[in-house]
């Protein structure tokens, strides 16, 4: 794609600061730049960049007020972010167009496949099955008995759809994802020996859901495990037996939440998060990265922090106060050997 500084101003309701006539041709990072980029500045902390940075146009919030000349012509957008988001869209790689079955693909004459769906090479499409309307399946993509992907959805290479489990549409599943494994369900035994409980439920993914890749969304041990419209998971994020993620929330790589447990709608869980089973966590929480949640969190629009898990703030005073705990061990040596001296 290449487009003129001007046209990309329209596109984006902006004003321009320099050369309309400027060709860009690819984003860059602002650190990065080159000729024929477009970047942003977003975050405060990377305005240094702004000054130094080599790509040829800068997209900029409206009330910027730089405090050096800045050689990259600027586009002043009243969002920034949602500016950059269109912008990625347009420059986005181009998935495959048309529909098509690989004739490496093996497609079960009992499984339903709609108009206009993409199946790559060495995907397996079991008996059963149900594909939408302008799927793409990619390459060696499986898609177990019974399951279901629902229509315009993408599930890239490799993904794992196991039998009975269920997908919405408009998702997206990056490569080697695994949905449908078995929970972790034993029953330990006398002898010390665990007896595997069978898993008999199913995965039920809503709609607008993107998957990250190699995450691992386990099958209920009886029911469903649920993951609602909008949720969003970066790559490696295990989802446990009969898990319940509510709409729109967006977890971050790393993070696990164990069998059984109910997170709200709109919630923010940062990298690394770990959660307990069976606790709810309420809509809007906000969980920082590495936290440990033991317990439920019953409160809306709370942040938490640590391990175990406080208020963000209360963390906060908590930390500050640890960080001085060596001066405060030491003040209090001095003390205890002051009061020794005057009561031997």
């Given at each position: 794609?290449?487009?003129?500084?001007?046209a990309?101003?329209?596109?984006?309701?902006?004003?321009?600061?320099?050369?309309?006539?400027?060709?860009?041709?690819?984003?860059?990072?602002?650190?990065?730049?080159?000729?024929?980029?477009?970047?942003?500045?977003?975050?405060?902390?990377?305005?240094?960049?702004?000054?130094t940075?080599?790509?040829?146009?800068?997209?900029?919030?409206?009330?910027?007020?730089?405090?050096?000349?800045?050689?990259?012509?600027?586009?002043?957008?009243?969002?920034?972010?949602?500016?950059?988001?269109?912008?990625?869209?347009?420059f986005?790689?181009?998935?495959?167009?048309?529909?098509?079955?690989?004739?490496?693909?093996?497609?079960?004459?009992?499984?339903?496949?709609?108009?206009?769906?993409?199946?790559?090479?060495?995907?397996?499409?079991?008996?059963?099955?149900?594909?939408?309307?302008?799927?793409?399946?990619?390459?060696?993509?499986?898609?177990?008995?019974?399951?279901?992907?629902?229509?315009?959805?993408?599930l890239?290479?490799?993904?794992?759809?196991?039998?009975?489990?269920?997908?919405?549409?408009?998702?997206?599943?990056?490569?080697?994802?695994?949905?449908?494994?078995?929970?972790?369900?034993?029953?330990?035994?006398?002898d010390?020996?665990?007896?595997?409980?069978p898993?008999?439920?199913?995965?039920?993914?809503?709609?607008?859901?993107?998957?990250?890749?190699?995450?691992?969304?386990?099958r209920?041990?009886?029911?469903?495990t649920?993951?609602?419209?909008g949720?969003?998971?970066?790559?490696?994020?295990?989802?446990?037996?009969?898990?319940?993620?509510?709409?729109?929330?967006?977890?971050?790589?790393?993070?696990?939440?164990?069998?059984?447990?109910?997170?709200?709608?709109?919630?923010?869980?940062g990298?690394?998060?770990?959660?307990?089973?069976?606790?709810?966590?309420?809509?809007?929480?906000?969980?920082?990265?590495?936290?440990?949640?033991?317990?439920?969190?019953?409160?809306?629009?709370?942040?938490?922090?640590?391990?175990?898990?406080?208020?963000?703030?209360?963390?906060?005073?908590?930390?500050?106060?640890?960080?001085?705990?060596?001066?405060?061990?030491?003040?209090?040596?001095?003390?205890?050997?002051?009061?020794?001296s005057?009561?031997?």
């Amino acid at each position: 794609m290449e487009i003129k500084v001007i046209a990309l101003a329209a596109l984006l309701n902006g004003t321009i600061e320099g050369d309309p006539d400027v060709l860009i041709h690819r984003p860059s990072k602002i650190e990065e730049g080159g000729e024929g980029s477009i970047s942003f500045l977003g975050n405060p902390k990377y305005e240094p960049y702004a000054y130094t940075t080599t790509a040829s146009a800068l997209l900029v919030s409206k009330d910027f007020k730089p405090r050096k000349p800045i050689q990259a012509v600027l586009i002043r957008v009243e969002d920034v972010y949602a500016a950059v988001s269109f912008l990625m869209e347009k420059f986005n790689r181009p998935q495959p167009t048309g529909g098509g079955v690989s004739d490496r693909a093996t497609v079960d004459p009992a499984a339903v496949i709609g108009q206009n769906v993409y199946i790559g090479p060495y995907a397996v499409i079991e008996e059963g099955a149900v594909v939408g309307d302008g799927a793409r399946i990619g390459a060696q993509v499986y898609v177990g008995k019974n399951a279901q992907v629902g229509g315009h959805t993408i599930l890239h290479p490799g993904v794992r759809l196991l039998e009975d489990c269920t997908i919405g549409e408009h998702c997206i599943v990056h490569a080697n994802a695994v949905i449908g494994a078995d929970g972790f369900g034993f029953a330990p035994q006398e002898d010390g020996w665990f007896k595997k409980i069978p898993q008999i439920g199913n995965v039920a993914i809503g709609n607008h859901v993107e998957i990250g890749a190699n995450c691992t969304i386990d099958r209920a041990s009886m029911g469903s495990t649920i993951i609602h419209e909008g949720v969003k998971l970066d790559n490696l994020v295990h989802i446990a037996h009969n898990v319940e993620v509510g709409a729109h929330t967006a977890i971050a790589a790393q993070s696990a939440i164990a069998g059984s447990t109910k997170v709200g709608k709109y919630c923010l869980v940062g990298g690394q998060v770990g959660i307990v089973g069976h606790i709810q966590i309420a809509d809007k929480t906000r969980i920082q990265a590495q936290t440990g949640v033991a317990s439920s969190v019953k409160k809306t629009d709370t942040t938490i922090c640590g391990y175990p898990a406080i208020e963000y703030g209360q963390y906060l005073r908590a930390h500050t106060i640890f960080k001085q705990l060596p001066e405060i061990y030491k003040r209090f040596l001095s003390m205890e050997k002051f009061f020794k001296s005057i009561n031997p």
